[in-house]
């Protein structure tokens, strides 16, 4: 399983950016994967994840009504569109895939333990 983040930069306010994570060796569309981030001094957070019964989708409070995952199957990819950028978005990003089966988005976004993580992609914004 590999995991492969990308689309950070620095960014300002109010700004968007379209963050990648190219999979493989398991399909996204059939394994919970999701965005956590990390903060200086803060504890990781999950962002927002697709769990793996049907329709699942979780988005943290932090970042509802300014993000949207979506996946494309037949690139393997999961990405994290954040708009309305702030400078409390400032973090490491990684994406993060369990081979486990039958939970929801939330319970993945609040596991301490996925099974594989990507390289993070540092997401910045700032003026």
Not at 29 to 34: F, L, P, S
Not at 39 to 49: I, L, S, Y
Not at 94 to 108: E, I, P, Q, V
Request: hydrophobic share 30%.
């Amino acid at each position: 399983v590999q995991l492969q983040a990308s689309g950070g930069g620095l960014v300002q306010p109010g700004g968007s950016l379209r963050l990648s994570c190219a999979a493989s060796a398991f399909s996204v569309d059939y394994y919970a994967i999701g965005w956590f981030r990390q903060a200086p001094g803060k504890e990781r957070e999950g962002v927002a994840c697709f769990g793996t019964t049907d329709g699942s989708e979780y988005y943290a409070d932090s970042v509802k009504g300014r993000s949207t995952l979506t996946k494309d199957t037949a690139e393997n990819t999961v990405y994290l569109q954040m708009n309305s950028l702030k400078p409390e978005d400032t973090a490491v990003y990684y994406c993060a895939t369990d081979l486990s089966l039958g939970y929801s988005a939330d319970y993945y976004c609040h596991l301490d333990d996925m099974e594989s993580w990507g390289k993070g992609t540092q997401v910045t914004v700032s003026s």
